[in-house]
């Protein structure tokens, strides 16, 4: 195993040292070895110190994940600014939003995405935040407030390279290496602050546990997505492996890199790898390099994990949030894939896990309750937001991770969902989560989503949202004895909506503030609604 070093950065010189012409990282025909991934990252640490970026500056990169996110945060690393990542596919108002709490010194962005002009949309932002000094633009477009990247780098070599060195010497272990954006509950965005201890320490260990050789992964997640910065790169970056970056997750290209690239670490979320192995590809695909399948985000169902786990690949699950910094829950790679479909695992080391009620009591660990994690890789906290951040972690250093679970006999926890997304019917608490992994447990089903709606009789009652399959029927006599039969009186459900597609976020989660604000709408005019579009099943 490397060496424990201080920051992200410190591995990627290693590297570059002791093997300089292996690949960093791929995008496209673009392939970068270590040695040109360190020049690359000093030459920018070197241009944000010239443009006066200091320890504890913000630096705020709105792009898609490829050499340029990978350089920008290793040159943050580097010199003890904070990088802050966003996708240009996020909605515009949400990065306003993030440029506003973040008020970053440096605005880095491209120019141009989906034929749209994101840069005049930067520009008009950074100019409403008066904190932002400069504002560079990547990729050949032009604004009027903003440096070319070309001239950035180019200004940036007239500094000496010992100054970078004389900034590194500044950088501890416990300053904040990232903000990365969550939503909170009232979907205003609140950044969680990651140091570079956080990374070091997360990421070194699940680096222990996913082995190959050699380390090859994908990268297709939005740079502003933790498992983006640390599942993925920070992993990768501490064993010494190449991540190939891909512009977006498409199911389709993802399949087609997997052979081409001849990946070995393949890691997902669930919503991901159900669509994937739903790609008519999947099954004639060449998948015999991978020696290590992951997936975190949730409970996969049965027919996925048989999928994967024809691949060959030793297949584990994972589980934790970005105020664990990664995961702290994970299966021992020599468990049973055929357990994943009830229970993630054990937490890692240097997490303690417990399971309290309502009423921030120990509970019954075996009895669904509130899942609470202890470790020594906690967020700092979140930015500038000192009453959010104590109502999230106690005075013992519990965080409340806002999900629901339980231990199962064997002490591995059993993930239930979201606390938020519970409801009460017929004075029952009734857990989204079970009724979805029943619905994808049907031959038919990619996926489901259930929501609870108010309701004048029972409280709230559910209502659900299910994607078949591609090519596959669901009639709606069969969906309704399937799901009669299966789910207690409280769990029935007022409609079930089926859509060959649901709306989804950046990497194919199922959107479900939409869903929810939407199922408030339809559900009163359900009489309404168009069969060409819905069909609904009433009084299961």
Known sequence: ????????????????????????????????TYKQLASATDLVARALLRI?????????????????????LLA?????AIFVGADPRQNIDDIEQIIHDAKPQVLIGIGVVDSHDLAEDLGTIMFSCPETQEFVL????????????????????????????QAAAHVRPDDVLSLVYIRGATNAMKGVMLSHRNFIEVYSRTAQIYLADPMRVINNYPICHLECQGGITAHAIIAGGCQVFLERFK??????????????????????????????????TDLSSLQQIWWSGGIAPPSLINKLAQTGAICSTRWGTPETSGPAVLSD??????????????????????????????????EPGHIQIRGDCLMTGYYHR???????????????????????ENGDLKLIGRLDDIYISGGYAVHPGEIERVFERHPAVMRACVIGIPDDQNRQIGV???????????????????????????????????????????????????????ARRTTVQSRRISTKRFRALDSI
């Open 464 to 518: 659900a949202y299910v994607q078949p399959l591609p090519g596959q029927k669901l009639p709606d006599k069969e969906i309704e004895a399937y799901i009669s039969e299966r789910l207690a009186p409280h769990a029935r459900l007022q409609h079930i909506w089926i859509r060959e597609q649901l709306p989804e976020d950046l990497i194919g989660n199922i959107d479900r503030r939409t869903l929810r604000a939407e």
């Open 138 to 165: 990547i990729g050949g477009t032009t604004h009027r407030f903003a440096t070319p990247f070309d001239d950035f780098l180019e200004d940036g070599a007239k500094l000496p390279l010992e100054r970078v060195d």
């Open 251 to 284: 199911p389709e290209e993802t399949l087609l890199t997997v052979p081409r690239e001849r990946i070995t670490v393949w890691g997902q979320e669930v919503s991901m790898f159900q669509r994937i192995v739903s790609e008519p590809s999947f099954p004639a």
């Open 52 to 72: 006066g970026t200091h320890r504890g500056d913000r630096v705020m990169l709105v792009a898609f994940p490829g050499p340029e996110y990978l350089v920008m």
């Open 333 to 366: 790679p020599e468990a049973e894939s055929q357990r994943f479909d009830k229970v993630i695992g054990k937490t890692t080391r240097g997490f303690d896990m417990r399971i309290v009620d309502t009423r921030e009591r120990r509970s019954n660990e075996n």
């Open 76 to 80: 943050c690393a580097r010199i003890g």
């Open 1 to 32: 195993m490397q060496p424990h070093l201080t920051r992200l950065s410190d591995y990627a010189l290693m590297h570059a040292a002791e093997t300089p012409g292996s690949e960093a990282c791929v995008f496209g025909h673009e392939r970068v």
């Open 386 to 408: 000192l009453e959010e951040t104590s109502d999230v972690v106690d005075g013992h250093n519990w965080l409340r991770t806002g999900y629901v679970g339980a231990i199962d």
